[in-house]
Each structure stands twice: as structure tokens, then as C-alpha cells.
């Protein structure tokens, strides 16, 4: 009988070993955000660090890898952070916008938990909340392939992050109240990279970047920018394109690459150049006045030398610079023999097989209401509530708080007059292979990020969409991300399919756009209520809103 007892507890620890062998690893990390004092253009004002620094401390993670971020707040207003890229498989609860969570009220805590599930690639996170975008609190999410999945380069020397974007030397406090007056906050004053704008020449610019001589390096560029598209470009060294927002590409290799707000993407740069400095320069696209650009210094080591003030021409800008960045876009495409988070190359998923059972056309548009500035999809500018939605529809309380389908799945004809402020929840079936065509009237570039999904970015052309259209689009090798740029009077077309139970932002990346109204939320919901679809309710999670005094709702079951 001893024996047997001993026996069965081995087995038993064996067994709760080999369980928690399985499970994927964790990482931890604990982060405050505090307000600090940050002069990206040389003008200091408050800005918002997280544990002291700008960019914040970098996510640098493997897939199914569980990430666990404890955030203070030490703000004096509410905080959220959205994870810009990651899916949130099966858990908006984790999203970080203001319709999935209540914020971090002022002098509180609250822990992320969310899997980077079947993913890789280079994507950011930033704060959602009010206009806090305008003041930094943004930093990298890493997302490498697991070692037994083949990438389809070799490692680099070294993995370096580039946020670039633009500036307004205004604080953020200064910006709200602007729109918040019913005006624009209009051209941005400079173009600054991780935090820091350099001009050629400057004596006193210490370099932001270090390579050795016969090795290749990756840069994961991420526009975290207000509304300015840019430009990047390395002096006398071409760039690889390898990935895109978590896809890998076929590797052509650019002089500069175009990269519009929200976006992200890695190259990889060999250091085959006489050992001295050299430029990285960013450049703004598309403004209508004169062009802003911002330096930073890459160097050799044991190099000799400073950069040449002789720098690599930007692209064309008006009607021509148009036509030679939709050329660029459509000269991205997905490498079908790579694999990525999954052993199966990516190629295997033929999307352009797939019936499209559900058609939304979005039309955006600018106008006043009131007498004040508002953006709108289809007519309909959003608005938030107290109460997030996905807490309204776990909770019952939906009618109590917003309706369904106030936006229709293409614009009225009247839509482009009149508009209606009211918060935009759009109803989707899960499931569902869904086509989203982007149309733009206005004279601006716009860009748009779904949350919970990628897409395959199928078309990009001037004028209006007809179903004609869809003779034109790539079925074999478009790029699967998730955001979309459309240029000015001009489509986008998309596809997806709507399996991630959830309620999930679709925004313009313009954040002046996102927050006068330039979004909707698709709310794509299991009928099974199923934990084999959705998780619960975390238990930490803070409840707002009139749901503070509901009694709890029966949890989802397996």
C-alpha cells in the first residue's frame, strides 16, 4: 500500500510538471506613468514617460508568450494603454480602448494580461485615453518567431527600434482644448525620431544608433506620429524590406520607404559602407507648406568621420508623390514559402479563395456640428460613454447605454451632409469573411487600424469603388496586417474574417480624426457564449458606469 501511495503521488507531480511545462512562459513587468518634463523639438513641456523614459521600456517577447503588465497611474486624469497591433485573441477585456475598459483612475493600478497568440512582428502600444498621444507614453512590442519556427532571414547583430512621427510643441492639455473648441490643431511643428529631432550639422547630437563594419542590423520603424505620414531613408545604405505588422514580405530592397500613421515595419541594413557617421532622415509627406524633417545619427564603430550634410533626396511630393507611394504599396507583398508564429508557410491561407459574405463601405468625412469640428463614418461621428460597450453587452444593459447599427454598411445619400454625433457600434456575425472598402472624398491621406484582427490589404486605387473593382485586387500575396492607408481621393480595399469574439476598435490613426469622431466599434459576438470563444470577465477588471451596481452576469461556460 506504501508503495502504491508513493507511486501515485510521483505520478501525480509528474503529471502537474508536465502541465506546467506546457504552459506557455510568462513575462512580467511592473510600470509607472508619471508626467516628465520632454522637449522632442527643443521646447521642454509635460510629457508622459513610463518608468522615466521616452520611448517606454520595450515588450521584447516570443509568440503565445503571456505578458503581464502591472500600470500605476500617476497621472492626474484616467489612463488607458492599447497593445496596437496584438490581437487580443478571444479578450478585448485587454484591449485598452475606452469602449472595452473602464481607465486607470489617478493614483491606481491596474494589470494587463493578454497572450501575443499565433503572432510575430513589430508592433507598439501608446495611451488611448483623451489626448494623451500627443505626449509620448508610447514604446515598442517585439513579438519574435518560437526557435523551432524558421524565420526567413538570418539573425541580425542587433534589433533597434525607430519611432518616428510628428510634434506639436503645444502641450497635450493645449491640443484638447483646442478641439475641444471646435478647431483644429492644424499643422505639427516638427518631425521627431525616438523623442529627439537632429539637424544635419548639429555639434552637439550624439548617435542614436551603432553598427560594426561586415554586419546587418534590423530596424523595426513604427509611425507613432498625430497625422503626418513620413518618409524614412539611411544615407548610402539601401533597406530590406522583411516584415509588416507582423507578416513577412518578399525582400525587395528600397531606397526609402514611405510610412503613414499607425504603421510599423522592419528592414534589415547591412553595414557595408566606409567605417564614419551617416544620417537616418525623416521626412514629412503630403503637407501642403514647406517639408519637415528631423536627423539622427547612425555610427560605425572604430568609424572616423561625420555624416555628409549631402543628403538622399525625398521622394516626390503633390500628384506625383501620390502615384510613386500607391506604387510602393503595391510593391509590398506577403512571401508565401516563410512561415510566421505558426510551422505552416504563410502562403498555405488562400484568402483569395474565400467567399466574401458581408460588404462595408466607409465613407469618411469632415464638417461642423454646432459650429464645431467633428469627423464621421458613413454619417455617424462617435461619441463614448461612461459605461464601455463591451461591459453594457456583458451585462444586459445595451439599451441602456448606445444602439446597434446606427451606421449603415455603406453611406446614405445624405450622409456626407448631415451628421449625427452618437456612438457607433456596429453589428458584425462572427465568423463572418468580411470586405471593408475605405473610400476618401477629402484632400488628406487618411489611415485606419482594426483592432483584433489583421487583414489582407487587397487594393489601393484612385477615384470611387464599384464591384467592378474586385477584378483589380491581389488575391495571392497581399500583406495580412492591420492598417490600411488611403490616400486622397482614393480606396482601400480589405478582407478578413471575423473570428475573434469581441468588441473591437475600427479608428482612423489621425488622432485628431479618432477623437472627434472618426471611428466605430464592431461587436462581433459568439451566440455559443462560450469560453471556446471568449473569455470572461477578468476578475480585476474595474467596473464603471451604470454597471458599478449591477449584480454580476452569469460567466461564459466551456
Known amino acids: 500500500m506504501e508503495r502504491t501511495s508513493i507511486t501515485a503521488v510521483s505520478l501525480l507531480v509528474c503529471l502537474t510538471f508536465v502541465l506546467v511545462k506546457a504552459e506557455d512562459p510568462y513575462l512580467r513587468f511592473e510600470w509607472n506613468v508619471t508626467y516628465g518634463t520632454i522637449a522632442p523639438l527643443g521646447v521642454p513641456l509635460q510629457g508622459i514617460l513610463i518608468n522615466g523614459q521616452l520611448p517606454g521600456p520595450r515588450i521584447n517577447c516570443t509568440s503565445n508568450n503571456n505578458i503581464v503588465v502591472n500600470v500605476f497611474n500617476h497621472l492626474d486624469e484616467p489612463l488607458l494603454l492599447t497593445w496596437n497591433g496584438v490581437q487580443q485573441r478571444k479578450n478585448s477585456w485587454q484591449d485598452g480602448t475606452p469602449g472595452t475598459m473602464c481607465p486607470i483612475m489617478p493614483g491606481t493600478n491596474f494589470t494587463y494580461r493578454f497572450q501575443v497568440k499565433d503572432q510575430i512582428g513589430s508592433f507598439f502600444y501608446f495611451p488611448t485615453t483623451d489626448l494623451h498621444r500627443a505626449a509620448g507614453g508610447f514604446g515598442a512590442i517585439n513579438v519574435h518567431s518560437r526557435a523551432l519556427i524558421p524565420v526567413p532571414f538570418d539573425n541580425p547583430a542587433d534589433d533597434y527600434s525607430v519611432f518616428v512621427g510628428d510634434w506639436y510643441n503645444k502641450g497635450y492639455k493645449s491640443l484638447k482644448k483646442i478641439l475641444d473648441g471646435g478647431r483644429t490643431i492644424g499643422r505639427p511643428d516638427g518631425i521627431h525620431i525616438n523623442g529627439k529631432s537632429v539637424k544635419v ?46 507578416s513577412h514580405t518578399v525582400q525587395n530592397v528600397y531606397e526609402s520607404l514611405d510610412l503613414h500613421v499607425g504603421q510599423c515595419l522592419s528592414v534589415l541594413v547591412t553595414a ?79 484568402y483569395g479563395q474565400i467567399n466574401i459574405t458581408r460588404t462595408f463601405k466607409i465613407v469618411n468625412s469632415r464638417s461642423e456640428v454646432d459650429g464645431k469640428l467633428r469627423y464621421a463614418l458613413n454619417g455617424i461621428s ?104 488611403v490616400y486622397p481621393n482614393s480606396w482601400a480595399a480589405v478582407m478578413t474574417t471575423l473570428d475573434n469574439a469581441g468588441l473591437w476598435s475600427l479608428r482612423s490613426e489621425m488622432w485628431e480624426r479618432f477623437y472627434l469622431g472618426q471611428q466605430l466599434y464592431f461587436s462581433v459576438l459568439s451566440p455559443a457564449r462560450s469560453l471556446r470563444d471568449e473569455y470572461n470577465l477578468p476578475d480585476n477588471h474595474p467596473l464603471c458606469g451604470i454597471v458599478k451596481s449591477m449584480p454580476m452576469p452569469s460567466p461564459y461556460k466551456a
Not at 548617435?207 to 497625422?227: D, H, I, S, W
Not at 536627423?295 to 564603430?301: D, K, N, T
Not at 463614448?384 to 453587452?393: I, N, Q, V
Request: overall charge neutral; glycine content about 6%; some cysteine.
Open 201 to 246: 550639422g548639429d555639434k552637439v547630437a550624439e548617435p542614436l544608433y551603432k553598427m560594426e563594419a561586415g554586419k546587418t542590423y534590423r530596424y523595426r520603424f513604427c509611425n507613432v506620429g498625430m497625422r503626418t505620414s513620413v518618409n524614412v531613408r539611411i544615407q548610402g545604405h539601401p533597406m530590406k524590406l522583411v516584415e509588416i505588422e507582423g
Open 272 to 350: 557595408d559602407q566606409e567605417p564614419k557617421d551617416y544620417y537616418m532622415i525623416v521626412s514629412s509627406r503630403f503637407l501642403k507648406q514647406a517639408e519637415l524633417s528631423s536627423v539622427s545619427i547612425i555610427r560605425y564603430a572604430s568609424g572616423k568621420g561625420p555624416a555628409s550634410s549631402d543628403l538622399p533626396a525625398p521622394p516626390p511630393e503633390n500628384t506625383q508623390g501620390i502615384a510613386w507611394s500607391m506604387n510602393q504599396f503595391r510593391s509590398f507583398r506577403w512571401n508565401l514559402t516563410a512561415s510566421a508564429a505558426r510551422p505552416n508557410p504563410q502562403g498555405s491561407y488562400h
Open 382 to 485: 462617435h461619441t463614448d460613454s461612461e459605461t464601455p460597450f463591451k461591459l453594457a453587452e456583458y451585462f444586459g444593459a445595451t439599451d441602456k447605454v448606445f444602439k446597434y447599427d446606427l451606421m449603415g454598411d455603406e453611406p446614405s445619400m445624405s450622409s456626407s451632409d448631415k451628421v449625427t454625433v452618437a456612438s457607433n457600434i456596429k453589428n458584425a456575425t462572427f465568423r463572418n469573411f468580411v470586405e471593408i472598402i475605405f473610400e476618401n472624398h477629402e484632400k488628406t491621406i487618411q489611415t485606419y487600424h482594426l483592432d483584433g484582427y489583421s487583414f489582407f490589404a487587397v487594393g489601393v486605387e484612385p477615384g470611387k469603388w464599384t464591384p467592378e473593382k474586385r477584378k483589380n485586387y491581389n488575391l495571392v500575396d497581399a500583406i495580412n496586417r492591420h492598417s490600411i492607408q
